[in-house]
């Protein structure tokens, strides 16, 4: 039996984060982790000579003011190595227009716009307005949704008047705001939004969150940004556990929950996990679960048996959705000659494809070669209903009809692949250990975005939610500040009210 104040489930960015945090502010916090590396969707893996990003292989967040700027200053560790992203990625329609290049220059995305949307100015200034309101709020560490008194506190400290006025969106859609606009039979605009909201949001143009869309929209230009990680996303995790072994933070890898109890005589949690082929048991006096909260229905069976309201919620809770990822590598000589790291473009037989392609010398491939990885979304539980043999007919399909896709896209030889594989939601739930292998949060719809989502704050005193289904919702930037929004939900919890980065 291992006695901790704070329990971490989960070695992810949300998990490593709040962990970190946590530590560097004295408390005694123990991180468990059921695979055998820390990162989850944000991790890597290796084949041969190549390194890949197991998810996400874009970063926000890592300019001067940025969440993940300000926590690396706090936890006083240096940021990983990276380099901004111009254009952030290269967004082609398949429509006979020419490509739409994302700029990072605020101008040159201005007149970029003019030139690929003529006419849409007043909905592009619509969502400036709105994201320069949500930075500013954000930047005042408000806590959404709100249970309780201090969380109120948080957000009436954290309103500014634009805020007063941008709140009349909040159960509007981007539809909406191209209604607004006049631009609701603009096709190309609403094909370009729908692939980028997809990618951010889960959901597209008709469900994603005005508020939350019009932030995602802009997240690639000055003064924010999107990075190319120099070495591989798993600097971001390398990063944060110097921080907890720093701090005296205990990591143990290899260790899958079983079941979470709350002795109420003690007072305190238990935690049961399963570490090769023993259990061992954790107490501590405050949990932050980061998994995804659709797992506490195995994790916590018998305090959700008296909670049916909330047992009820985290049933109901729309069904994030899962991805196939085609892992590659090839020559560079053998790739047509490209102008950015990230591609999207449009399939008719597949919907959209995410490209993302190595940097010379960023440790991915060997030198005069590249990794390529493309994902597309996918329904999870497709593939878990399937035989054996019609899983690897269907794996074998994707993988080849990708490939195809590829080729075209980027005049690829067929026999110039020097590697590819196929990973299926199957694949991620070994990896991840989420259920049915779903990556991402939940889709930014008004009904689950800011003031309506699912709260850090559980019923069970001392148990918490964090991560990429928790306010402010997916992607690295996403999911720190939801670890330090519940890292100071715990301190306000032992009467500690006053911090802030």
Same mark, same amino acid.
């Given at each position: 039996?291992?006695?901790?104040?704070?329990?971490?489930?989960?070695?992810?960015?949300?998990?490593?984060?709040?962990?970190?945090?946590?530590?560097?502010?004295?408390?005694?916090?123990?991180?468990?982790?059921?695979?055998?590396?820390?990162?989850?969707?944000?991790?890597?893996?290796?084949?041969?000579?190549?390194? #890949?990003?197991?998810?996400?292989?874009?970063?926000?967040?890592?300019?001067?003011?940025?969440?993940?700027?300000?926590? #690396?200053?706090?936890?006083?560790?240096?940021?990983?190595?990276?380099?901004?992203?111009?254009?952030?990625?290269?967004?082609?329609?398949?429509?006979?227009?020419?490509?739409?290049?994302?700029?990072?220059?605020?101008?040159?995305?201005?007149?970029?716009?003019?030139?690929?949307?003529? /006419?849409?100015?007043?909905?592009?200034?619509?969502?400036?307005?709105?994201?320069?309101?949500?930075?500013?709020? @954000?930047?005042?560490?408000?806590?959404?949704?709100?249970?309780?008194?201090?969380?109120?506190?948080?957000?009436?400290?954290?309103? @500014?008047?634009?805020?007063?006025?941008?709140?009349?969106?909040?159960?509007?859609?981007?539809?909406?705001? %191209?209604?607004?606009?006049?631009?609701?039979?603009?096709?190309?605009?609403?094909?370009?939004?729908?692939?980028?909201?997809?990618?951010?949001?889960?959901?597209?143009?008709?469900?994603?969150?005005?508020?939350?869309?019009?932030?995602? %929209?802009?997240?690639?230009?000055?003064?924010?940004?999107?990075?190319?990680?120099?070495?591989?996303?798993?600097?971001?995790?390398?990063?944060?556990? =110097?921080?907890?072994?720093?701090?005296?933070?205990?990591?143990?890898?290899?260790?899958?929950?079983?079941?979470?109890? #709350?002795?109420?005589?003690?007072?305190?949690?238990?935690?049961?996990?399963?570490?090769?082929?023993?259990?061992?048991?954790?107490?501590?006096? =405050? $949990?932050?679960?980061?998994?995804?909260?659709?797992?506490?229905?195995?994790?916590?069976?018998?305090?959700?048996?008296?909670?049916?309201?909330? *047992?009820?919620?985290?049933?109901?809770?729309?069904?994030?959705?899962?991805?196939?990822?085609?892992?590659? @590598?090839?020559? *560079?000589?053998?790739?047509?000659?490209?102008?950015?790291?990230?591609?999207?473009?449009?399939?008719?037989?597949? /919907?959209?494809?995410?490209?993302?392609?190595?940097?010379?010398?960023? /440790?991915?491939?060997?030198?005069?070669?590249?990794?390529?990885?493309?994902?597309?979304?996918?329904?999870?539980?497709?593939?878990? =209903?399937?035989?054996?043999?019609?899983?690897?007919?269907?794996?074998?399909?994707?993988?080849?009809? $990708?490939?195809?896709?590829?080729?075209?896209?980027?005049?690829?030889?067929?026999?110039?692949?020097?590697?590819?594989?196929?990973?299926?939601?199957?694949?991620?739930?070994?990896?991840?250990?989420?259920?049915?292998?779903?990556?991402? /949060?939940?889709?930014?719809?008004? =009904?689950?975005?800011?003031?309506?989502?699912?709260?850090?704050?559980?019923?069970?005193?001392?148990?918490?939610?964090?991560?990429?289904?928790?306010?402010?919702?997916?992607?690295? @930037?996403?999911?720190?500040?939801?670890?330090?929004?519940?890292?100071?939900?715990?301190?306000?919890?032992?009467?500690?009210?006053?911090?802030?980065?």
């Amino acid at each position: 039996m291992i006695k901790t104040e704070v329990l971490v489930v989960g070695a992810g960015i949300a998990g490593l984060t709040s962990a970190a945090i946590l530590s560097k502010l004295g408390f005694s916090v123990t991180l468990i982790e059921s695979h055998t590396q820390s990162g989850g969707c944000a991790g890597t893996f290796k084949r041969k000579n190549y390194v #890949f990003d197991v998810g996400a292989t874009q970063v926000a967040g890592l300019e001067k003011g940025g969440i993940h700027s300000k926590i #690396f200053d706090f936890l006083d560790i240096k940021i990983p190595d990276a380099t901004i992203l111009d254009p952030a990625c290269i967004v082609d329609l398949k429509d006979g227009s020419s490509p739409i290049p994302i700029w990072y220059k605020k101008n040159d995305w201005i007149a970029e716009r003019e030139i690929q949307f003529p /006419g849409s100015r007043k909905f592009w200034e619509l969502c400036s307005y709105i994201h320069q309101s949500n930075w500013t709020f @954000a930047n005042k560490y408000p806590v959404l949704p709100i249970n309780n008194f201090w969380d109120f506190s948080q957000l009436l400290r954290a309103l @500014a008047p634009s805020n007063l006025v941008t709140g009349i969106l909040l159960k509007s859609t981007v539809f909406d705001l %191209l209604r607004i606009c006049g631009l609701s039979r603009n096709e190309r605009l609403i094909n370009f939004l729908n692939l980028q909201l997809k990618l951010y949001s889960q959901e597209d143009v008709y469900n994603t969150a005005a508020l939350y869309g019009s932030t995602v %929209l802009q997240m690639c230009q000055q003064p924010h940004g999107l990075w190319h990680m120099n070495k591989s996303m798993q600097s971001l995790s390398e990063g944060l556990e =110097d921080s907890l072994n720093k701090t005296g933070a205990h990591i143990f890898f290899g260790q899958e929950v079983n079941s979470i109890i #709350f002795d109420s005589q003690a007072k305190f949690w238990k935690v049961f996990v399963k570490s090769k082929n023993s259990y061992l048991e954790y107490q501590a006096n =405050d $949990i932050v679960y980061t998994p995804p909260p659709q797992s506490l229905l195995k994790h916590l069976k018998d305090l959700l048996s008296k909670e049916q309201s909330y *047992k009820n919620r985290l049933t109901t809770l729309p069904a994030p959705s899962g991805a196939l990822v085609f892992y590659s @590598a090839l020559k *560079k000589k053998h790739i047509k000659r490209i102008s950015s790291n990230h591609y999207q473009f449009v399939s008719n037989e597949l /919907g959209s494809l995410f490209v993302s392609i190595s940097k010379e010398g960023d /440790g991915r491939a060997p030198k005069g070669e590249i990794t390529l990885i493309a994902s597309l979304f996918t329904k999870a539980k497709d593939w878990f =209903d399937l035989e054996k043999k019609e899983y690897i007919e269907k794996k074998k399909e994707y993988l080849e009809k $990708i490939s195809f896709e590829l080729e075209s896209q980027f005049n690829i030889a067929s026999d110039n692949w020097l590697h590819k594989e196929l990973a299926t939601p199957l694949g991620f739930k070994k990896w991840t250990n989420r259920p049915n292998g779903i990556v991402g /949060g939940l889709g930014q719809n008004p =009904d689950i975005f800011g003031l309506f989502g699912l709260s850090s704050r559980t019923p069970f005193q001392g148990l918490w939610l964090c991560g990429d289904s928790i306010y402010p919702g997916e992607g690295t @930037a996403g999911v720190s500040q939801s670890a330090l929004m519940v890292s100071r939900q715990i301190l306000a919890s032992k009467g500690i009210y006053n911090f802030n980065l």
